[in-house]
């Protein structure tokens, strides 16, 4: 497993914890972006050391070409001198320093390779870091919508229990019995407290009204031709049981004696 992949598993294991533990998912996604930002620093480490590794390699392959070409310097001029038993010493001394090169290179070049893949992926990693900042604040906004939408939900829930509609009719009744409770004691206050004379002739002055209205009402009938024209609107009609005035009772025998002396 490469070092990338292990951090990565090690990310995804953090994160699948956090998820599992979340109450506030806000301060979960800001715990994830501060993690993957720990990881990142450690990816980077890892991949510098990398290429350092790689670097070195490079190093030790130029060096045993380096003393290849030395060694084959030297037996171009052990030729010269006379002297080939040196020469193929040194011939046999560029021969492994060459062969030594070129097994570093071939190390040297799979490190390489592998080296810019890590590189690569240490640069999409920053890149999701970078884009996961970006999505925090429109998942946070989402989360708080969605909060909200539920607490309407519970709210509109809880309402449409029997219960709140039971407390609504109590508090009716009460409200309502209240009310007949103060009607109640008005009506005793009016009847036992106060001057009674006065009262008396308040009920009567509604009374008259009363008879006011019933003689506006046969005059409306006998002007829309319901009655007739001369049909007497006397107190018996007002529903006074035919009782006469005693001024017109003395106004009728003032008329008779008069009658009787002529």
């Not at 972006?33 to 890892?46: H, I, P, S, T, W």
């Not at 309407?152 to 029997?162: G, K, L, Q």
């Not at 009609?237 to 035919?242: A, F």
Request: aromatic share 2%.
């Amino acid at each position: 497993m490469g070092i990338l992949d292990r951090l990565s598993s090690l990310l995804k294991s953090n994160i699948n914890d956090l998820i599992s533990k979340a109450e506030d998912p806000e301060k979960m996604l800001n715990q994830i972006l501060v993690d993957m930002k720990g990881q990142l620093v450690k990816a980077k480490q890892q991949v510098a050391s990398a290429i350092a590794d790689e670097k070195r390699l490079r190093d030790q392959v130029d060096q045993e070409y380096r003393q290849a070409q030395d060694w084959e310097k030297r037996a171009m001029l052990a030729v010269q001198e006379g002297r080939d038993d040196l020469a193929k010493q040194a011939l046999v001394r560029h021969g492994e320093h060459m062969s030594h090169g070129q097994t570093l290179e071939a190390t040297w070049e799979s490190h390489r390779l592998e080296t810019e893949k890590l590189k690569n992926s240490l640069r999409d990693l920053n890149d999701k870091i970078e884009e996961a900042k970006r999505k925090k604040n429109l998942l946070i906004a989402r989360q708080r919508r969605a909060q909200a939408q539920q607490r309407i939900a519970e709210t509109m829930s809880s309402m449409s229990e029997n219960s709140a509609f039971e407390a609504f009719s109590r508090m009716e009744e009460r409200i309502v019995s209240t009310e007949k409770r103060i009607q109640a004691s008005a009506e005793i206050d009016e009847e036992f407290t106060g001057d009674k004379l006065a009262n008396d002739f308040k009920r009567l002055e509604k009374s008259a009204g009363a008879v006011g209205v019933d003689q506006q009402l046969l005059a409306l009938k006998q002007k829309m031709g319901m009655l007739p024209a001369g049909a007497p609107q006397s107190n018996k009609q007002l529903g006074t049981g035919g009782a006469k005035n005693p001024r017109e009772e003395t106004v009728h025998a003032e008329i008779e004696d008069l009658k009787d002396e002529t």
